[in-house]
């Protein structure tokens, strides 16, 4: 009995050793990738490259096996990411670091290489990398511990190309034994805070050196350390179906861990009803106020944006081809998110010239003649967008301006409305529809409008202001 219970004991130790082995790190490899200069940004983003550079860092002390991308295009990333999966061993730890813009999609978050030519939704799953199926093709090579940790919850460049979107980054189903961490709450954003490292990365990198802590505490304490540090404007999400110990540190003791950290499902969309396009007959607004923005369409301002490199690859195809109409459609996008807007509106009428039916293009010189002020042009236009396509988000988020800024705000409200019943987290929508409540009397529900839109971008105020409205 005595010799069959040693050698049990001897057993049990054994494969305990074995497991704790590579739990601590025996096979630990890492993927990080910093992109910061997106030719379509106003400027290179600055934490990226140092954040990634100091998160690997930190990895390789703890054991990893790291990889480090920046600026990486399509092409290479999806390269660096088959030479992980390639490495990938059974039981082993995989973890992918990414900094830089992530958007969604279809309920999946897409991180974008910086070559990205993103015009439509349908180019973000394109081009962009999804969250989604990294996570499992890292599983299905037989990852024991899958480990995201995604600071790409920023204001992206692309957003307004295509204005049905949804902020931020999206819930992630991801497969058994994965920890997920993003930089900020799901469908929100965060401003870059113009210093050389993330607030996030700060307190990551800040936590992960604390010895004696499982990797669930480890994130915990993390967005604690965020939430207070910015005084509850980003709050980091994390989920979490660890099914076993796991340590940045090798050889932690495994004492138990704080409080559970919730796995956020992603919830099941409702089925939604058929909107009407009214309000019914629109045809006049009041005079827009007063602080309406400077249009930015002066000589100088014209010179400084043919050198923007979008802007100059796509006017070397229109000066082979002039009535390219792609072409045009998506220069009027690009001078619009710069602020050129009659240089976009003009844009807009060319390829409105070339093809009567182009429905984006009505719905975009809506937009930008509804931000200059030109509100009659602006209603008309958004009209013939839903006369096209009934029941066209975009077009109601945008008629919901025109009849704001023009001081129709029941009309507002329920555009704005129209357009939350189909997206009900489109944020300028519901900032849109706060604003116009209060400016129609109810006060309280239109601040519970504003505080939420808020919440899912602290920079709609900001946004607002551009287009004149406050």
């Known amino acids: 009995m005595r010799i069959r219970l040693a050698l049990l004991v001897i057993f049990v130790l054994s494969i305990t050793a074995t497991f704790q082995s590579a739990a601590a790190g025996a096979d630990r490899f890492a993927l990080v990738i910093g992109n910061a200069k997106y030719p379509d940004a106003e ?78 939704e349908a180019d973000v799953r394109r081009d962009g990398v999804s969250l989604e199926t990294v996570l499992g093709e890292i599983n299905s090579r037989g990852a ?54 993330s607030l996030f990365v700060q307190e990551l990198l800040k936590e992960i050196r604390v010895p004696d802590l499982m990797a669930e505490e480890t994130l915990n304490r993390t967005r604690v350390g965020v939430t207070r540090a910015s005084r509850s404007e980003q709050v980091p999400w994390i989920s979490s179906s660890l099914a076993e110990d796991f340590s940045f540190i090798p050889g932690a003791s495994g004492r138990p861990s704080g409080p559970a950290v919730a796995t956020l499902p992603s919830p099941e969309p409702s089925p939604l009803p058929r909107v009407d396009p009214a309000p019914a007959k629109q045809d006049e607004v009041s005079v827009p106020p007063p602080d309406k923005p400077v249009d930015k369409n002066d000589g100088s301002t014209a010179v400084a944006l043919a050198d923007d490199p979008t802007i100059k690859s796509l006017t070397a195809k229109l000066a082979d081809n002039p009535d390219d109409q792609s072409a045009l459609y998506r220069r009027g996008q690009v001078y619009a998110s710069k602020g050129a807007y009659s240089l976009a509106i003009k844009d807009f009428d060319e390829s409105i010239r070339l093809n009567p039916k182009d429905v984006e293009a009505f719905n975009n010189r809506c937009w930008a003649r509804t931000v200059i002020g030109d509100l009659q042009a602006a209603l008309k236009d958004c009209n013939e967008a839903l006369r096209l396509r ?12 025109v009849n704001l800024k023009g001081g129709q705000t029941k009309n507002a409200i329920a555009d704005f ?5 189909i997206n009900p987290r489109l944020t300028s929508s519901l900032y849109g529809r706060g604003l116009a409540k209060q400016r129609n009397g109810s006060i309280s529900e239109g601040e519970l409008d504003i505080s939420n839109a808020k919440a899912m971008d602290p920079n709609i105020v900001k946004e607002f202001a551009s287009y004149g409205v406050r």
């Open 43 to 120: 400027a290179p983003l600055k934490e990226p490259i140092n954040d990634a550079r100091d998160v690997a860092a930190e990895l390789k002390r703890d054991g990893f096996n790291v990889e480090v991308g920046e600026n990486l295009t399509g092409d290479a990333m999806r390269r660096a990411f088959d030479h992980l999966y390639g490495r990938i061993k059974p039981g082993c730890v995989a973890l992918v670091f990414f900094s830089g813009f992530g958007v969604q999609s279809s309920r999946q978050s897409y991180m974008i290489p910086v070559d990205a030519q993103i015009w439509t």
């Open 144 to 197: 024991g511990v899958k480990i995201a940790l995604i600071d790409a919850s920023k204001r992206n460049p692309f957003e307004r190309r295509f204005r049905s979107f949804s902020a931020g980054l999206a819930p992630v189903i991801a497969p058994n034994g994965t920890l997920v961490m993003y930089s900020a709450a799901l469908s929100s954003v965060i401003s870059d805070n113009g210093g050389d490292h």
């Open 390 to 401: 009934p029941n066209f988000v975009d077009a109601l988020d945008s008629r919901g301006l």
């Open 417 to 421: 409305d129209a357009a939350l019943r």
